[in-house]
């Protein structure tokens, strides 16, 4: 089941979706974060630990904000897509968003 506030963030990234503010893929998402690309990159709870090690590093070492959340499955769901590891968020006022309604 989920929250409230879980919905909310999720249908969030949706309309970041339709907006074209959303890329996927460990390898464009890692591209983009050392270009300074994306302002928040979400990295499904079941990612591999290679996935995670890998994105968890290149995001400290860029400073971009990473949060681990949901189910690839739930992330893909939520653009619209199938399954998705890693989504990066290429908008800031998209990004800014979601982190404070994924803190909540």
């Given at each position: 089941?989920?929250?409230?506030?879980?919905?909310?963030?999720?249908?969030?990234?949706?309309?970041?979706?339709?907006?074209?503010?959303?890329?996927?893929?460990?390898?464009?998402?890692?591209?983009?974060?050392?270009?300074?690309?994306?302002?928040?990159?979400?990295?499904?709870?079941?990612?591999?630990?290679?996935?995670?090690?890998?994105?968890?590093?290149?995001?400290?070492?860029?400073?971009?904000?990473?949060?681990?959340?949901?189910?690839?499955?739930?992330l893909g769901g939520a653009?619209?897509?199938?399954?998705?590891?890693?989504?990066?968020?290429?908008?800031?006022?998209?990004?800014?968003?979601?982190?404070?309604?994924?803190?909540?």
């Amino acid at each position: 089941m989920m929250g409230a506030n879980e919905e909310r963030w999720l249908s969030l990234l949706g309309l970041a979706a339709r907006a074209r503010k959303i890329i996927s893929g460990e390898e464009l998402v890692i591209k983009e974060v050392r270009r300074k690309g994306v302002q928040l990159v979400l990295l499904s709870e079941d990612a591999s630990p290679q996935t995670v090690k890998k994105v968890t590093d290149k995001c400290s070492f860029y400073s971009v904000p990473l949060y681990i959340v949901g189910t690839r499955d739930k992330l893909g769901g939520a653009i619209g897509k199938g399954e998705r590891v890693v989504l990066g968020v290429t908008d800031f006022g998209f990004a800014k968003k979601l982190g404070t309604l994924i803190d909540q």
